[in-house]
């Protein structure tokens, strides 16, 4: 059960540029959130969601994390930049329709920046994986 179905109250992005739609999961340890691919999407290309939209897709299942602790601070949701994407693995693209399901798990949190696992299932199978080193301005 989700535990936000409008996600831009956690999220410092906008449309058309939101890789996220309910976030599902947020604690200590990580988030999780989910996402059907529509096919006006500014990221699908051909009737898939291309290599930057499952990057972006992870980078905002983090943001809506962040931003859901500030939420339940009464904090401002700040804004997050990647610093570093590293062992991506893209096992195949989303089509339009599909349901992505995102996790993350913090690796490491130091001051401003955090070091998180990332992955992206349909149906229980990873499609893509990675890496990412993100910082949070303020």
């Known amino acids: 059960m989700s ?3 409008d996600i831009l109250p956690y999220i410092p992005q906008r449309p058309p540029f939101v890789m996220v739609q309910t ?21 699908v290309a051909d009737g898939y969601l291309k290599e930057p939209g499952l990057v972006e897709n992870i980078a905002q299942t ?12 009464n904090k ?16 195949r693209l989303p089509a339009v329709g599909e349901m992505l399901e995102t996790s993350i798990h913090i690796k490491n949190q130091v001051f401003n920046a ?7 299932t349909i149906n229980g199978d990873v499609i893509a994986s990675c890496e990412m080193r993100i910082f949070v301005a303020g």
């Open 62 to 73: 983090a943001a809506a994390r962040i931003g859901y602790i500030c939420k339940q601070e």
């Open 114 to 120: 955090t070091i998180v696992d990332g992955a992206i």
């Open 23 to 43: 976030l599902e999961r947020s604690d200590d340890s990580g988030a999780a959130t989910q996402f059907t691919v529509m096919e006006d999407n500014i990221l």
């Open 76 to 91: 401002p949701v700040p804004v997050g930049f990647i610093g570093a994407v590293q062992q991506l693995k893209i096992n």
């Open 3 to 5: 535990i936000a179905k």
